[in-house]
Nanobody, 120 residues
Framework: QVQLVESGGGLVQAGGSLRLSCAAS????????MGWYRQPPGKQQELVAS???????MYADSVKGRFTISRDSAKNTLYLQMNSLKPEDTAVYYC??????????????WGQGTQVTVSS
């Protein structure tokens, strides 16, 4: 129904920048919010940033001022611009989208993940 494919991960030096992309396809009309999550090695998954249908954005405190989430609705593509990268940003980054069922249940779609490694 909805497919998400991330790209743009890689190895970057501390202080550098990287731009992640998430190409979405399928029944996007049903999507309420899209976002980026990450899972550092040995740690729990955390929300990095999200953007809602009305373009309202939210950021984790740890990335505020450094990362920017955006979307190109015409291309059904989500982006995460990451600047001033730190070693602690090293993680697998996942694209996420969710829809709300008529009965109120939330259903999440996930991309396969893309590795971001920040060297010191």
């Amino acid at each position: 129904q909805v497919q998400l494919v991330e790209s743009g991960g890689g190895l970057v030096q501390a202080g550098g920048s990287l731009r992640l992309s998430c190409a979405a396809s399928g029944s996007m009309f049903s999507i309420d919010t899209m976002g980026w999550y990450r899972q550092p090695p040995g740690k729990q998954q955390e929300l990095v940033a999200s953007i809602s249908r009305d373009a309202s954005t939210m950021y984790a405190d740890s990335v505020k001022g450094r990362f920017t989430i955006s979307r190109d609705s015409a291309k059904n593509t989500l982006y995460l611009q990451m600047n001033s990268l730190k070693p602690e940003d090293t993680a697998v980054y996942y694209c996420n989208a969710y829809t709300l069922r008529p009965w109120g249940a939330r259903y999440d779609y996930w991309g396969q993940g893309t590795q971001v490694t920040v060297s010191s």
